[in-house]
């Protein structure tokens, strides 16, 4: 039987803070990150998780503003296209991984590979890995359209946060998740490390997919754009000139999210709170995962800056309440 030579192209799916970029960051320091090639997509137009990549790997792709499975589609066509380029002149890449932003559908990505006359010729898809996270899932109900979509895809789902979630939730959710997709192998995550990890690794450089069959059905209609909620999804990309009082912001976000939580799908930004390395801020939904204090600036743009994905509000409702809150946190707001 002839050898598939084809670059395998594992996509990293999970609805928004579901811990996709974390478990990359623990992946990757633990396969060659020289061979293996990362495309980060955020559907905010501010890009982030690429500073937290930056530890274990200098050189990522970033498409950010939009989906690469609807608007980015074609992005995303070009930038494997350069992949394939930097191969035939002799780069060696033996992987490439997809992390899609969290409200991505996985099956139009897939599309695009198998059916991009060029694209299917060198690139083969190595597997869905879906991240879901145990402490928001059982939040929204029902559940949000593209969490159902990604753990349909997904050939591997890791249920993430354990040591900080509810055991009980978590083992409903894992029975939740077997019934949905019975052929996906499902690990879990504790601190952003997949138990029996290297069973985990071992299956996912394997050289065969697994092959999910719900997302080979799929192919066939995946087309439309897949935004399908009921409510409207919105992003705002915000930064703030000056330094951002610590304290007030907190206490603007601790309001913000007892008013709108379950509205507010994500935020997460870099702020500079006067010391050399900003703050990493890190929400989803209604929880606030512990700050993180850098050391220094990941790059030569030290503005603060956030991103806030919000479903179901309007989002010039929290504009309005930062502008209320502005001379408390010191830094003057800027909308990109
Ligand atoms: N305690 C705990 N926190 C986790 C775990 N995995 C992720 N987190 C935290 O959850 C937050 C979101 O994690 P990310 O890895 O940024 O999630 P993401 O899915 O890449 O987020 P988006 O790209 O915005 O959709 C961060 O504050 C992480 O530190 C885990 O297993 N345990």
Redesign the pocket.
Known sequence: MATDTRIPVIILT??????????LAHVMELIDPARTEIIIN?YGSVGL?QY?IQQVKEETQVLKGGCVCCQLRSDLVTVLQQVANRIDSGERIDRVII?T??LADPAPIIFTIYTDPMLQNRFRIGGVIT?VDATTTHSHLPPHPEWIKQITSADWVII?????ADQHDAAMLARQISSMNPSAAIYT?????VNHEKEFLKDLLSLNSRGNLVWQKDLTSSTADHHDSKETTASLSLRFAGTVNWSAFSVWLSMLLHAHGEHIL?I?GLLDVGSPGPIVL?G?QHIV??PIHLSEWPDEDTVSHLVIIVRGIDPDRILDSLHIFGRFIGAALVKV
């Open positions: 999970g609805f928004l803070g579901s811990g996709k970029t974390t478990i955020e998780d937290l992390e932003s969290g991240t993430t946060k354990k040591d900080i995550a504790k601190n952003g490390h994500r997460k890190n989803v995962h512990p």
